[in-house]
């Protein structure tokens, strides 16, 4: 396993679903409701790549026990968390953008 390149992966799906949670919201203020869900879906496909490069560098932690943490590694789990926590709030902005455009 290259822990360089999962951490690529990583960093690179994180990156698209963050930016995605993003257009979503904007879409969602432009009234686009059905187009923002279906970024988000996208979004969400994106943090799944993410975290499955996660779960390959944890499980070969698990079994080999000779994986060197680096700030690389910290950097790319950095990534990681805070698509996850663009993606929760993107859920919440959109229900706002849709309650304040239907009040």
């Given at each position: 396993?290259?822990a360089?390149?999962?951490?690529?992966?990583?960093?690179?799906?994180?990156?698209?679903?963050?930016s995605?949670?993003?257009?979503?919201?904007?879409?969602?203020?432009?009234?686009?409701?059905?187009?923002?869900?279906?970024?988000?879906?996208?979004?969400?496909e994106?943090?799944?790549?993410?975290?499955?490069?996660?779960?390959?560098?944890?499980?070969?932690?698990?079994?080999?026990?000779?994986?060197?943490?680096?700030?690389?590694?910290?950097?790319?789990?950095?990534?990681?968390?805070?698509?996850?926590?663009?993606?929760?709030?993107?859920?919440?902005?959109?229900?706002l953008?849709?309650?304040?455009?239907?009040?």
């Amino acid at each position: 396993m290259d822990a360089v390149q999962e951490c690529m992966n990583m960093i690179a799906h994180a990156g698209e679903a963050k930016s995605l949670a993003l257009l979503a919201i904007t879409q969602a203020r432009e009234s686009n409701f059905t187009e923002a869900a279906e970024t988000l879906k996208k979004a969400d496909e994106a943090l799944l790549l993410s975290h499955q490069a996660h779960v390959n560098l944890l499980f070969h932690d698990a079994q080999h026990q000779d994986l060197q943490v680096t700030i690389f590694m910290v950097h790319a789990a950095d990534h990681l968390s805070s698509a996850e926590t663009i993606r929760t709030i993107a859920d919440e902005m959109i229900m706002l953008h849709r309650e304040v455009k239907h009040a």
